[in-house]
């Protein structure tokens, strides 16, 4: 019989196809494929992984329709692509005709980013060289070389865009690239962090994830920058307010007059006695607690020791707390009594200036302490 | 100097970056029209310039205006060197000049370029303000409306269908010049795309005159082709049928209050006192008579009347040579009698002289070609009510024996000189009243350099010889009309085929004669609306057309139920054109039909089907050896009709592996390239109620043989028997047996075999004595005498089944599906296939383009996936092969959703819901218009009003407040040029005059608005997203009610690149070259004022690549219908008026079943 097998047709047919090309009136795009197109996949991938998928026989599909309809949506992506670098462009464009719930997904998951390779690159200037780098990032992380890549352009991108605007750093995101509330606050926290350049690759840091630096800096953006004290003042959110970091070295005095330590002290002791099970251990080291934070606060007048913030929190506080086995819920009472007690201080001045520095504090130390 | 067109500029955006070092561009516009050019300011540095220039004044011809496309260039200014261009934008301000189009075009255009694409986007504003010309020897023909869609279109009633109008230009093609050498490809391209636009204007004035001179206000089914004949010229072509159109919403206009009903009278009094201005131009002794018939050459006629007997002596003066096998497709398969051969090929081998010199291939070596003549010659009498309807059809009023004698006379005359072709595909009930079947011609020509342009005579005369054959055809199966006439060409090299085909049918001679004008509107009224409006209405009339009392409703002697009528043969049973195997007709029981039947139209809505349709293709590709001029030619015709015979073997197999027993929308092309010739017949195949169920298959082996063939035959026997009845079941096909069995089968004559043969070399007579006979039917045999055959077979089993939850079908709509959802995706899918083998065989040709086919089809149900259940309709095939090597096939077609689980119980509900509609449609199109003008009443200066008081919504647009300033009114100028022919003839003016005035005036007070008003406003309110324009090939938007036709688009592009590689290769090259060509589509027709476009179309698609070079070129022409159309649910939302539902359903009443 001249039946040929139907798969090697299917290649013959495959090899000798100089041109194939679908366009629908309304641009058909395939989450799914899209995906595998984020994902930095080859054609040939994605047609094995889309075959692993079940999809053939769900559909009756021969691999030769399914290299097809794949290459078509690689090619439509490829040309829609630098539509989604300006992503307002997309709504009025007139090559494509796309729904605008169908616009809002292709933009949200362009710039979606997988969290380890964002940690890999949180705090790092993004320069030509960081792009250089970003195939040892891609074996670390296991995220293909082409999809760091592109998000690597995004994040460059957005910082670029949003560097010298004016108003609320997050806003101006979402407004210029049309992202949704989440993804715009995680490209607020790292184009702050590429701004500030944080460090944020050191071993001792390693233990915490993107949430948590994005937390952080979203405390950071809400209380520390300019923009953060007089929303009517319009000026950047991705600098942190240089006055305020001047003012702290104040709190110093919180750690050389030694009587106000101790009262501090007393304050915090009278009220935490019972309430937590480290009381022993936290009465022995709250002067050393305390200068720690206080330290840190003192420095962060200059440039080089603001990067340092994170590491500093950790080994000043962090790291000792966890060696005495504090619990959670301990610092938390612990941070809270120490920052309150402060109030009781009446030769204490700064208090403007402390609440703003221990809230940020507080909650950043608290969320990146993992038991 | 009777036109002045006004042009803005607006905007720019997205503009490319052309000044490297800033990053930046300088951008300015010219505007250009005829030879006026005017420039706006510089706008420095800026990617989004905002130019806000003065209005640019063109005064024009109104013949300039017609033929000539406003042309915007975008510059990038520089001051050192020469200005670069971004790119430019044409338009066609056609729709500006009729009354009932577009008011004005206003939005964002593409700016493109033939070498980069599409680069940014210019916001412009075009008016066109037309004088009246009383001249009427005018060159110019404003105002004639023009439709692509194949059926009178939606919101629009048919007073008078005139008939078919044709008409060519041609030039020189700017590519193949001398100057081509040394001017840039960019400029090559550009004056190739404004060529061809000019050549497009030209030949739609000229076609508009045509319609003048009949008496016609529009032309409907107008399909404009190019022939790129390469060194030869560039032929633009087209045909069209022209029409009396009339506005439908006037009864309930007279129910309305105030500002419409002068309007209304306005435009009520050419047509329905006096509906036809040419009854005044039929009596022989009215000096206009000359006139209104001069269009059609003279040559013609007299050639005509001589050859009325034969289609022989058609030889062409020239001294080109015609070799013609003019195939002639007989509807009840004569291919399958085993004493007649398949089919009359008549070759014609002019010898200089001029005498023609025919003969009959040899598979048919019997008497066919005298049988034919003598049809021919009888069929003469038949002819009678033929091409007259348009000059006949609404003078009964004026009575009278004299005149209608006249009449007759006139119209007796003008089927002489006219082709009774339509180029519709759908027609209003009760006027088709049979169908003969598929006539085509098809003829081989050389081309040779078209010396003189303004004289085409040689290619007038191929389509007229073409056409006579056609009518010959149509002659011989006594029909006097061809439906559904489509004509194409192949061009490869110097070598050229012309194919025509239609159906012959016979149209009621009742309805164009009898002064059933007023029957015709009433059915167009209560029914025809609904079957243009949307697909989920469009299947219920099977229902109750079934219960037998619709014919009565008709009120017309009609013996044939038209659930049926159609499928009675036309010709005569004793003397039939050729052998076909007839029954009575199995709903009705008083006629006779054929065993299968095969049109190109669409299945007529009133037509009783079983089950659901489906798409049938045969495909088959032939090698060629190569050759050169005569020699080539020659070869291309001995070929092309085993070609068509095998696709028709290959049609009449697939149709009966289905289950089902007739054709609709049959289009066979056979394309040409250097080595071989591939054909590609589509089809939608259903079971026609009326006809016979279809026999099986049967396979006879070849005798001797011995028992492990035996096995395998029989292993196959058994395969096609479970395919057939696996088929009946996917298409719901449960024929009523029953009913047969009780009546038994009444065939007055012997029953005759079908058989088929693989080879004609084949004795007949041994196999004749097998008993074949297949149960009760006779069965239809395929006999397996070589491998071909095995090969063929394969072939039919190999047939991917449709995957579940799609339905295709390449007609407008899916015969058994009527409850369509509002999904709707338009695609264009092209592939290219290189063949690597260079010693092919027919047989491994065939595999890989039916491969080809079949492959592409799959992926397109994986593609549309997502939109289950749905149905592909209107799928188009188009074949060619641009290449020695390659072959190339692009799909053109539309998804739409249907809803499954309702298919059932909801029939009736939407039979009530469509009368409904049906009843109110008329007052909402009127209440829809002053519903939206009550926001913008407080008495706005109007633009320029050019649509006319005759048509009560045209022609109002309000005018943006930036605009007010510079608007004038012309309002009394304002009737047009469409209304002036008839002014003449009917020698009124002064009465005419008068009312024109009060209208307008009235209508300034009364502040008309229509859709598309609504419409940019709500995008403008919603901010700077672009409008959601949908495509479709279909002449309607399910769920949807069209309620305006904004004008013809009719656009033609050429992209080029010599960075074939970096654009993606030749897959991204085109994938952004369609997206482009629909992204223009809709920004022209969104500039109109529309939201979709309908009967869409690609005409051509021609691609060319040079790898090696890195280049490609690819020319694309597509057309269609700007409309606005409502959704459904918008529209019942408003309020109907009680007194008029009332009145209407008692004159519909008999309608409704229960």
């Known amino acids: 019989m001249a039946y040929s097998a139907p798969d090697s047709a299917d290649k013959a047919l495959r090899m000798a196809m100089e041109l194939d090309v679908f366009v629908g009136n309304t641009t058909i795009m395939d989450e799914e494929v899209y995906q595998l197109w984020l994902d930095g996949y080859t054609v040939t991938d994605a047609v094995s992984m889309r075959v692993r998928s079940g999809i053939l026989e769900q559909w009756g599909a021969c691999q030769a329709v399914l290299e097809s309809d794949t290459t078509d949506h690689y090619r439509t992506f490829q040309m829609a692509e630098r539509l989604l670098h300006c992503p307002s462009k997309l709504a009025n464009q007139l090559l494509f005709q796309i729904p605008p719930q169908r616009q809002a997904m292709l933009i949200e998951r362009y710039y979606a980013f997988d969290p380890a390779f964002v940690r890999e690159l949180l705090g790092k200037k993004l320069s030509k060289g960081t792009k250089k780098d970003l195939d040892d990032v891609s074996t670390k992380t296991g995220v293909t070389l082409k999809s760091c890549r592109r998000q690597f352009d995004n994040f460059k991108r957005v910082f670029k865009v949003v560097e010298e605007m004016k108003g609320p750093l997050v806003e101006n995101i979402k407004q210029h690239f ?15 962090f590429a701004n500030i350049r944080f460090e944020t690759g050191k071993k001792k840091l390693q233990y915490l994830n993107f949430e948590d630096f994005a937390f952080c800096a979203g405390q950071l953006i809400q209380n520390w920058t300019v923009g953060a004290v007089d929303s009517m003042v319009e000026d950047m959110d991705v600098d942190l307010d240089k006055e305020f970091l001047q003012d702290l070295k104040e709190l110093k005095i919180l750690i050389t007059d030694k009587d106000m330590l101790d009262q501090h002290k007393s304050l915090v002791c009278t009220a935490l006695r019972g309430k937590i099970q480290v009381f022993a ?31 500093d929190l950790v080994e000043k506080f962090i790291e000792p707390c966890r060696s005495d086995r504090w619990v959670l819920c301990d610092v938390k009472a612990f941070l809270t009594q120490y920052m309150n007690s402060a109030r009781a201080l009446d030769a204490f001045k700064q208090q403007a200036i402390w609440e703003r520095y221990m809230t940020v504090i507080r909650s950043c130390i608290l969320k990146m302490y993992h038991e | 100097m009777p036109g002045k067109l006004k042009v803005r500029i607006v905007a720019g955006r997205h503009l490319p970056v052309m000044d490297r070092a800033s990053d930046l561009t300088d951008a300015f516009v010219e505007v250009k029209f005829g030879n006026t050019t005017f420039k706006t300011d510089v706008y420095p540095k800026s990617l989004n310039p905002q130019w806000n220039s003065e209005w640019f004044k063109f005064e024009v011809d109104d013949e300039d205006l017609q033929d000539e496309p406003l042309q915007i260039t975008v510059l990038d200014h520089d001051t050192y060197s020469a200005n670069d261009a971004i790119g430019k934008v044409y338009i066609d301000i056609d729709p500006l000049l009729s009354s009932e189009a577009a008011t004005v075009i206003s939005g964002w255009f593409p700016i493109y370029d033939t070498i980069h694409g599409i680069r940014g986007e210019i916001n412009v504003l075009v008016k066109v303000d037309l004088f009246n010309d009383l001249n009427r020897f005018r060159q110019s023909s404003c105002g004639v409306k023009f439709f692509c869609t194949t059926s009178i279109p939606r919101c629009y009633r048919a007073v008078i269908v005139h008939g078919f109008v044709e008409e060519l230009v041609v030039n020189e093609d700017p590519e193949y010049q001398w100057i081509d050498r040394i001017r840039t490809p960019r400029a090559s391209n550009e004056a190739r795309q404004r060529l061809i636009s000019l ?30 004949e390469g060194e030869s010229g560039l032929v633009v072509r087209a045909i069209g049928t022209a029409c009396t159109l009339d506005k439908l919403s006037n009864p309930s206009a007279a129910l309305l209050p105030a500002c419409n009903s002068p309007s209304k009278d306005m435009k009520e009094a050419p047509f329905s006192e006096d509906p036809n201005p ?20 003279s040559k013609s006629y007299s050639r005509q009347s001589s050859s009325s007997d034969t289609d022989l002596s058609l030889t062409p003066k020239t001294a080109f040579f015609p070799l013609g096998p003019r195939i002639f497709l007989c509807p009840s398969s004569p291919t399958l009698s085993s004493d007649s051969p398949p089919h009359t090929n008549t070759i014609q081998l002019p010898l200089g002289s001029g005498t023609a010199h025919s003969y009959t291939p040899p598979q048919s070596g019997h008497a066919n070609p005298v049988s034919l003549r003598k049809t021919v010659s009888f069929s003469e009498e038949l002819l009678l009510a033929a091409s007259g309807m348009g000059s006949g059809g609404s003078v009964g009023k004026e009575g009278g024996p004299l005149k209608t004698l006249l009449r ?30 598929v006539v085509s011609a098809r003829s081989v020509k050389l081309l040779d350099r078209i010396h003189n342009p303004d004289e085409p005579e040689t290619r007038d005369a191929w389509w007229e010889e073409i056409r006579q054959e056609i009518k010959s055809h149509a002659k011989a199966l006594g029909c006097h009309a061809v439906v559904g006439y489509s004509e194409t060409t192949s061009i490869c090299e110097e070598v050229c085929i012309l194919s025509a085909s239609g159906t012959a049918a016979v149209l009621n001679p009742k309805f164009l004669q009898d002064g059933c004008l007023d029957s015709c509107s009433e059915h167009r009224l209560s029914r025809q609306p609904t079957f243009f409006s949307t697909g989920s209405e469009k299947g219920e009339f099977d229902i109750f057309l079934q219960s037998k009392d619709s014919s009565s409703m008709l009120g017309l002697e009609e013996p044939s139920p038209p659930s049926c009528g159609f499928c009675h043969i036309p010709y005569d049973e004793l003397n039939m054109p050729f052998p076909a195997h007839l029954t009575y007709c199995f709903n009705c029981r008083r006629q006779k039909v054929p065993d299968v039947l095969f049109t190109t139209m669409d299945l007529p809505l009133e037509a009783a089907v079983t089950g659901k349709g489906c798409l049938i293709q045969a495909r088959l590709c032939r090698l060629k050896k190569k050759a050169q001029g005569e020699a080539n030619a ?17 049609l009449m197999n697939k149709l009966k592996l289905r289950g089902m027993n007739a054709l609709f929308g049959l289009r066979i092309q056979i394309s040409v390239g250097e080595n071989m010739l591939v054909g590609l017949a589509s089809a939608t195949g259903v079971y026609l109620t009326a006809l016979p169920t279809p026999g099986g298959i049967q396979i006879a082996g070849k005798t001797p043989s011995d028992i492990s063939y035996e096995q395998h035959i029989s292993n196959m026997q058994k395969k096609i028997n479970e395919t057939i009845a696996k088929n009946k079941e996917l298409y719901e096909i449960i024929p009523p047996e029953s ?11 012997p029953r005759q075999r079908s058989r088929l043969f693989r080879s004609h070399s084949e004795s007949s007579d041994e196999v004749s004595e097998l008993d074949l006979s297949h149960g009760k039917k006779d069965a239809f045999v395929l006999e397996i005498d070589d491998a071909d055959a095995v090969e063929d077979i394969h072939s039919l089993l190999t047939d991917a089944p449709l995957p579940t939850g799609f339905y295709s079908c390449n007609t407008e709509i899916m015969p058994g599906i009527y409850n369509w959802t509002s999904g709707v995706q338009m695609f264009t899918s092209v592939r290219v296939f290189r063949l690597n083998n260079t010693n092919l065989t027919n047989q491994g040709l065939n595999k890989i383009f039916n491969d080809l086919c079949e492959n592409l089809l799959k992926s397109l149900y994986f593609k549309l996936r997502s939109m289950i259940p749905c149905c592909l309709c209107h799928v188009n095939f188009a074949v060619a092969v641009p290449e020695d090597e390659l072959i190339q096939v692009a799909v053109t077609a539309v998804a739409m959703t249907f809803d499954k689980d309702q298919a059932q119980e909801n029939l009736k509900l939407y039979v009530d819901k469509t009368l409904m509609k049906v009843i109110t449609e008329n007052e909402e199109q009127l209440q829809f218009p002053l519903e ?54 009917l020698k009124a003016q002064t009465i005419r005059r008068g009312s024109i005035k009060t209208t307008s005036s009235l209508e300034k007070a009364s502040p008309v608005s229509e859709g598309h008003s609504r419409l940019r406003s709500t995008t403008s309110n919603t901010g700077c997203t672009v409008a959601v324009v949908k495509m479709t090939p279909l002449s309607f938007i399910p769920g949807a009610k069209i309620i305006k036709y904004l004008g013809i688009i009719n656009m033609f592009f050429i992209r080029e690149t010599t960075s074939l590689r970096e654009e993606g290769g030749v897959s991204g090259f085109l994938h952004a070259f369609i997206a482009e060509v629909f992204a223009m589509v809709r920004a022209h027709v969104a500039a109109l004022g529309g939201n979709a476009v309908v009967s869409y179309i690609m005409k051509e698609c021609v691609f060319m690549e040079n790898p090696n070079k890195n280049q490609a070129q690819c020319l694309i022409n597509v057309s269609g219908d700007a409309v606005i159309f409502v959704r459904e649910c918008d529209l019942e939302a408003l309020p109907v008026q009680p007194q008029t539902s009332a009145a209407q359903t008692s004159s519909s009443g008999g309608e409704v079943p229960a």
């Open chain 2, 739 to 749: 009913i047969d069995e009780m009546i038994g089968s009444p065939i007055p004559e």
């Open chain 1, 178 to 192: 049309l992202l949704s509330d989440r993804l715009a606050r995680d490209y607020g926290a790292i184009v702050f």
């Open chain 2, 932 to 985: 939206l003008c009550s926001d913008s009443q407080s008495g706005n200066p109007f633009s320029p009003i050019k649509g006319t008081g005759l048509q009560e919504n045209a022609g109002m647009h309000i005018v943006p407040s930036a605009q007010r300033a510079t608007s004038v009114d012309y309002s009394s100028f304002a009737d047009r040029c469409s209304t002036w022919i008839e002014l003449i003839k």
């Open chain 2, 278 to 297: 040419n009854t005044h131009s039929s009596g022989p002794s009215t000096p206009l008579k000359n006139q209104t018939y001069s269009f059609s050459p």
């Open chain 2, 634 to 650: 020659t070869a291309i015709s001995n070929l092309l009709p085993f070609m068509e015979y095998e696709l028709h073997t290959q």
């Open chain 2, 408 to 437: 007759q006379q006139t119209q007796s005359a003008l089927e002489h000189r006219e082709f009774p072709f339509f180029t519709l595909t759908c027609f209003p009930m009760g006027f088709l009243v049979h169908v003969g079947g």
């Open chain 1, 281 to 311: 251990e936290m009465e022995a080291n709250f002067k050393n607690l305390s200068r720690a934070l206080v330290n840190i606060a003192a420095k962060l007048m200059h440039t080089k020791d603001v990067r340092d913030f994170f590491i």
């Open chain 2, 199 to 228: 050549m497009s204007g030209e030949l739609q004035r000229k076609i508009g005159l045509k319609v003048l001179e009949m008496g016609g206000n529009a032309v409907v089914g107008y399909l404009q082709c190019f022939d790129l």
